[in-house]
Structure formats: structure tokens, C-alpha cells
């Protein structure tokens, strides 16, 4: 598994003539503990309990760079985005009741590969793709037992 590494941001930012500051770093110590994938408010909420002076804006700054250098990535969900520090090939469940979402790890999934997706669609360029399982999570499925 592939997860975002202070080192490598630390890295990239000196490479693009920008500074660690301490809310970046704090930004980044958050997302690499997050299991949860969680919305920007979620970090700007989090890094906040602990550096009260981080703005909106940084957060979201910080979170359009660590993608933009492939750092993080992307998950759609629910007509929100979510961030994920797993940048290795994987899928997602995501429980109907309670909205959790979890990675599930390629190799579980492997029957459907790349040259699969590129067959089926025909003449687009599909450079990945991820499937989404959708059900009750642990917790939840305890809970409507």
C-alpha cells in the first residue's frame, strides 16, 4: 500500500520553492492517520483542534496541491469529495446507512483488470478505475441484525 509520507511531501514542496509550514505539516500528519476519508471540512475541523489559526483556505489549498502532485487522491461519494492518502490501486465499500467509507484492496477485486475496462468501453483512453462496493458496514450491519 502506498500512503502519503511526510518525507515525500516534505520533498516536493522543497522542489516546487515552497516552505513545510506547520499547517501544512499538520495537514498532512492529519490525512496520513485518517481511516476515513474525510471531506475537506473534516481536515479544516480536525487541523483546527490543534492549530486554531489554519484558514479555510490553506486547507483547501494544500489538499488541490497534495492531488495535483498525486500525493492524495479523490473520492467521489455521495455528491461529496473525500481525500484519500492511499494512493496504491484499490476500491472502496461504502456503507448505505451510515456513509463510511472503506478501501478494499485491489487483489480482493482482481477478477476485473485495466484491459477489461478498456474492451468493454471501446475507443476511450482508460488510464484506471476504481469499483465501489456498497452495503452495511460492521457496525451497522450489527445494528439492523
Request: with cysteine.
Amino acid at each position: 500500500m502506498s500512503r502519503l509520507q511526510t518525507q515525500a511531501v516534505e520533498t516536493m514542496v522543497g522542489e516546487n520553492g515552497l516552505k513545510m509550514t506547520p499547517q501544512r505539516r499538520i495537514i498532512v500528519e492529519y490525512l496520513q492517520s485518517a481511516v476515513n476519508h474525510p471531506t475537506a471540512d473534516e481536515v479544516f475541523n480536525a487541523v483546527n483542534e490543534k492549530f486554531p489559526m489554519t484558514s479555510r483556505a490553506t486547507v483547501y489549498n494544500t489538499l488541490n496541491w497534495l492531488k495535483g502532485n498525486g500525493l492524495v487522491c479523490e473520492v467521489f461519494e455521495g455528491g461529496v469529495v473525500r481525500y484519500d492518502p492511499n494512493t496504491s490501486n484499490h476500491h472502496h465499500f461504502v456503507c448505505r446507512k451510515c456513509g463510511k467509507v472503506e478501501d478494499v484492496g485491489a487483489e480482493l477485486v482482481g477478477a476485473f483488470q485495466l484491459e477489461q475496462a478498456v474492451s468493454l468501453l471501446g475507443s476511450q483512453k482508460v488510464e484506471n478505475f476504481e469499483i465501489t462496493i456498497r452495503g452495511l458496514c460492521a457496525a451497522c450491519h450489527v445494528i439492523d441484525s
